[in-house]
């Protein structure tokens, strides 16, 4: 039975995927998707396996990134009893498992370069030897690979043949990421809402319009993957309640705030943008619960008239609340210091988006999280 609507998303870019997979499904020709982590690679594998005539045989997954290289040769052809320690009987691999099926090479790039030696010779004859064997077995697997690396720069590097290389792109699938999917990402969340609500047995309230744009703004790093565990976060931990942008903001806050804990030292371009997209969103949610505070103090504390010694003038005494936002002494100047120093940490963001993008607007608003009239009005302010 075909499953076309296993990729979900409605985008140009996703139409035109989904065309393209429909019609290699037919073949038995190597595929190689390209995609950034979490961009949904092995969702699409599985829907052209799904939609080929080997859709009724085996589809087997297989992560190379995740398999130590001393045993990933076993992993893949098999080994017999004794051929190494630990090797208590014989075994089949599993491109035997996957014979008429298909076999789906994740993480294809880290590969070690003795296994590929053997790889090139499966793809292009199906035969391959289990460890310790002389006998030479035939699997009928239809191969598709996937990576999120350059593997041009792997290649001119010297750590992915290129022969392997070629033949295994024979054809290559670009899987776009989240953020350049438009409307999918709410399709996806919908998705995952209803996934979730049936799963945990919770009644989800839905999100606030500005919440929604929240969620159309941001960059999704971590892609579909991302999005999935944010949505069952929220599900759970708000139990379901209505999500405002106040809410949302504040688990994203907290989920960027713990990856800043982990050093990558190949953090590309897009991390970078996200510390400042997570640095204006806590910057943002900051002012406005300063904002909340003072009309809070405003409807609720009663106005004492003071008089000023040289004056008649009247203005209310500072409560502890008060000091605490403006400074120990009430001192206006200090209060002065501290709208600058906010003016000058959001012109420091909006700077260096614009620097990473190139000037492009758009892409810059969307990675901070503000529109286009708003970035172009900030940008003519700071003088930038």
Not at 248 to 270: G, I, M, T
Request: proline fraction near 4%; aromatic fraction near 8%; include cysteine.
């Amino acid at each position: 039975m075909k499953r076309e609507t296993a990729i979900i998303g409605e985008s140009l870019l996703i139409a035109q995927l989904k065309q393209l997979a429909l019609q290699v499904a037919e073949t038995d020709i190597t595929v190689l998707i390209i995609g950034e982590t979490g961009s949904g690679k092995e969702v699409l594998a599985r829907f052209i396996h799904a939609n080929s005539l080997r859709a009724d045989k085996s589809f087997v997954p297989v992560n190379c990134g995740a398999i130590p290289a001393g045993i990933l040769e076993s992993e893949l052809f098999g080994h017999e009893k004794g051929a190494f320690t630990g090797a208590v009987q014989s075994r089949k691999g599993y491109f035997e498992s996957a014979d008429r099926g298909t076999i789906f090479l994740d993480e294809i790039g880290e590969m070690p370069p003795e296994t590929q030696v053997k790889f090139l010779r499966v793809i292009e004859t199906g035969e391959f030897q289990r460890v310790g064997s002389s006998e030479t077995i035939y699997s009928d697997a239809r191969i598709i690979a996937a990576t999120n690396k350059n593997m041009y720069q792997a290649v001119a590097e010297k750590n992915f043949r290129e022969d392997l290389f070629y033949r295994l792109r024979s054809v290559e699938l670009q899987l776009p990421p989240l953020r350049e999917r438009g409307r999918d990402i709410l399709l996806l969340a919908e998705n995952f809402v209803h996934e979730f609500e049936h799963k945990h047995k919770i009644i989800f309230e839905g999100f606030s319009p500005d919440a929604t744009e929240t969620l159309m703004r941001y960059p999704w790093p971590g892609n579909i993957r991302e999005l999935r565990h944010l949505i069952e976060s929220l599900l759970v931990l708000e139990k379901g309640r209505y999500i405002t942008p106040e809410i949302l903001e504040k688990h994203l806050v907290q989920r960027n705030r713990y990856k800043s804990l982990v050093h990558d030292p190949a953090r590309s371009e897009k991390n970078e943008l996200q510390v400042i997209y997570s640095n204006v969103i806590q910057l943002r949610q900051e002012v406005s619960e300063i904002r909340q505070l003072l009309q809070h103090l405003v409807q609720t504390r009663p106005v004492v008239p003071l008089l000023l010694p040289d004056t008649s003038a009247t203005v209310p005494p500072f409560t502890t609340a008060l000091r605490r936002s403006f400074g120990e002494n009430g001192n206006p100047a200090s209060t002065k210091e501290r709208l600058h120093s906010l003016d000058e940490i959001e012109k420091k963001s909006i700077a260096e988006a614009l620097d990473a993008y190139h000037g492009n607007k758009r892409k810059t608003a969307l990675a901070l999280g503000i529109t286009e009239r708003t970035l172009y009005r900030k940008i003519k302010a700071y003088g930038l």
